[in-house]
């Protein structure tokens, strides 16, 4: 069983950037799509982007467009979601999410989630 584990988290000022990990110490994520959402307070889980097992990526919100990328590392068996130009309004919960299948904005398409991490944007 995938057990996902995300990190990197932390509290950041406006304008600032951070690096989102995740892996999983115990299986290989090659093969799988990895995908990125978060969840603010008082709102619904919200698709970020993916990058499939071939390097494929996928955008599924507006708002991070130009400010966020994701990439992945098979060396360390990683994936990274880099954070930039951050704003109060990327305050919330990160995951990230394993799928056998395709990437999706669904997150009834990922199987497998990490714990996630807390990102606050305040100054």
């Known amino acids: 069983q995938s057990q996902l584990v995300e990190s990197g988290g932390g509290l950041v000022q406006p304008g600032g950037s951070l690096r989102l990990s995740c892996t999983d110490p115990?299986?290989?994520?090659?093969?799988?799509?990895i995908g990125w959402f978060r969840q603010a307070p008082g709102k619904e889980r919200e698709a970020l982007l993916c990058?499939?097992?071939?390097?494929?990526?996928?955008f599924y919100a507006d708002s991070i467009k130009g400010r966020f990328s994701v990439s992945r590392e098979k060396s360390q068996n990683m994936i990274f979601l880099q954070m930039t130009s951050l704003k109060p309004d990327d305050t919330a919960v990160y995951y990230c999410?394993?799928?056998?299948?395709?990437?999706?904005?669904?997150?009834?398409?990922?199987?497998?989630w990490g714990q996630g991490t807390e990102v606050t944007v305040s100054s």
């Open positions: 999410a394993s799928t056998w299948t395709s990437c999706s904005g669904y997150s009834s398409a990922f199987g497998s």
């Open positions: 990058v499939n097992s071939s390097g494929g990526k996928f």
């Open positions: 115990g299986f290989r994520l090659d093969y799988y799509a």
